[in-house]
């Protein structure tokens, strides 16, 4: 079991995290869960209109009992104090779609964060889980931005993020602050399953821009993001 609980961050290779999810549950169709990022959708909420950000979303619920069930399609809101950028606003995104959210891939990986984040915090039964494909494309002259609103929280208890590709780019390097904005560690995903996990209530992330190593040659990361929150 992955304990963050000292620093309030981890991050975790892709050899080490294929060892923590196998308990979890099998990765057998792993090649089409990772080929459903090629269908994404552009995010229309960047506040300078900017097309480099592609997602889709989708929200579950664990019980007491450890089933974790699909919800209905619902907005994403976050509140301003952890979002400045897109705060305050009830953004609805293309959901993700039934054969990923039925995927056994992404259920091994649910079932891995409720172990995860429940050894964490033993006194909670239910929790409100989101899920988040995310593209970030860069073209020649316009860098990607993994997070635009820049370092934050996400204003959930828990948050796991899962390298699934990474195309053709430079940079991306995921930095870790306290709550004071000193910063901690930091750490570039690299490879599929390369993963950071992060006690949102102790500590501020961000990723720096990406942009083409060729820029004749398309360039993009992938990462799907998991959220824990206490209901």
């Not at 991050?11 to 459903?36: I, K, N, Q, Y």
């Not at 959708?41 to 097309?51: P, S, T």
């Not at 009992?65 to 104090?81: F, G, N, S, Y």
């Not at 959930?156 to 430079?170: E, G, K, M, P």
Request: a negative charge.
């Amino acid at each position: 079991m992955l304990d963050i609980s000292g620093q309030g961050f981890g991050f975790v290779h892709e050899c080490e995290m294929r060892a923590l999810l196998l308990p979890c549950g099998p990765l057998t169709d792993w090649t089409g869960f990772a080929a459903s990022w090629n269908d994404l959708h552009v995010d229309e909420y960047l506040a300078d209109r900017g097309r480099f950000r592609k997602r889709r979303y989708a929200v579950y619920e664990a019980s007491p009992d450890l089933a974790i069930t699909r919800q209905p399609h619902q907005p994403h809101h976050q509140r301003v104090e952890y979002n400045t950028l897109f705060g305050g606003v009830e953004r609805w995104f293309e959901p993700v779609t039934a054969a990923v959210g039925d995927s056994v891939t992404l259920h091994t990986i649910l079932r891995f964060c409720q172990a995860t984040f429940g050894a964490l915090a033993p006194s909670v039964g239910r929790w409100h889980i989101e899920v988040h494909q995310f593209r970030i494309e860069a073209q020649p002259g316009a860098a990607g931005h993994p997070t635009p609103e820049g370092v934050h929280r996400d204003g959930v208890d828990f948050v796991l993020v899962l390298l699934v590709a990474r195309t053709n780019i430079a940079s991306g390097t995921t930095t870790v602050h306290d709550l004071t904005g000193r910063e901690l560690g930091s750490f570039t995903l690299t490879e599929p399953l390369d993963a950071a996990l992060l006690d949102d209530a102790r500590v501020a992330h961000g990723v720096t821009p990406v942009t083409p190593i060729d820029p004749a040659v398309p360039a993009h990361r992938d990462v799907l993001v998991v959220t824990f929150r206490r209901l």
